[in-house]
T-cell receptor, first 114, second 111 residues
Framework: DADVTQTPRNRITKTGKRIMLECSQT?????MYWYRQDPGLGLRLIYY???????NKGEISDGYSVSRQAQAKFSLSLESAIPNQTALYFC?????????????FGPGTRLTVL | RKEVEQDPGPFNVPEGATVAFNCTYS??????FFWYRQDCRKEPKLLMS???SGNEDGRFTAQLNRASQYISLLIRDSKLSDSATYLC????????????FGQGTELSVKP
């Protein structure tokens, strides 16, 4: 079984709809992250959480919110989806060991907003 | 200016070729450096860390030049299975250890 899972894997929705993307991990890591990837722009950090009570905005948090329901679960919400939120979304986890923290990614969710 | 910039791609090379990717970073406080590999429509995975003294893993060699804020990845004897996008990644204490990704360089190895 995969260590980091994301649901749904693909989603098509309409402008103005509320969408939730879910991430679960079995790696026992404290740190979890949400990224979006757009062609030519690489991965950009949306939100990150270093533990259940610690949630931080990333580079592009506007239009998004998150919830860390448990150590193993980190959800990303789009309160009112818009077409420029069409992207590939990745969840990632990491352990903490000083500065070095290899991140393990989920398989991604492809979101299309019409 | 982007914090991490990579060579634009795609790189199209024949099997057996040697190919080098370059990456520059703008934050002089950056402390850890990595190359991740991403196959088409899949998640990124760590390929190798980059150490100050340079490091090698089989056909892959990574180099770091802190003075020039430059990182490189050399792939020798390219295989078809090396076809992927290679992401240069940087992190630093003053950014809470968050990873900053370059936009990626696509490599296509042809028979």
């Amino acid at each position: 079984d995969a260590d980091v899972t994301q649901t749904p894997r693909n989603r098509i929705t309409k402008t103005g709809k509320r969408i939730m993307l879910e991430c679960s991990q079995t790696k026992g890591h404290d740190r979890m992250y949400w990224y979006r990837q757009d062609p030519g722009l690489g991965l950009r950090l949306i939100y990150y959480s270093f533990d259940v009570k610690d949630i931080n905005k990333g580079e592009i948090s506007d239009g998004y919110s998150v919830s860390r329901q448990a150590q193993a679960k980190f959800s990303l919400s789009l309160e009112s989806a818009i077409p420029n939120q069409t992207a590939l979304y990745f969840c990632a986890t990491s352990d903490y060991s000083g500065v070095y923290n290899e991140q393990f990614f989920g398989p991604g969710t492809r979101l299309t907003v019409l | 200016r982007k914090e991490v910039e990579q060579d634009p791609g795609p790189f199209n090379v024949p099997e057996g070729a040697t190919v080098a990717f370059n990456c520059t970073y703008s934050n002089s406080a950056s402390q850890s450096f990595f190359w991740y590999r991403q196959d088409c429509r899949k998640e990124p995975k760590l390929l190798m860390s980059v150490y100050s003294s340079g490091n090698e893993d089989g056909r892959f060699t990574a180099q770091l030049n802190r003075a020039s804020q430059y990182i490189s990845l050399l792939i020798r004897d390219s295989k078809l299975s090396d076809s992927a996008t290679y992401l240069c990644v940087v992190t630093s204490y003053n950014q809470g250890g968050k990873l900053i990704f370059g936009q990626g360089t696509e490599l296509s190895v042809k028979p």
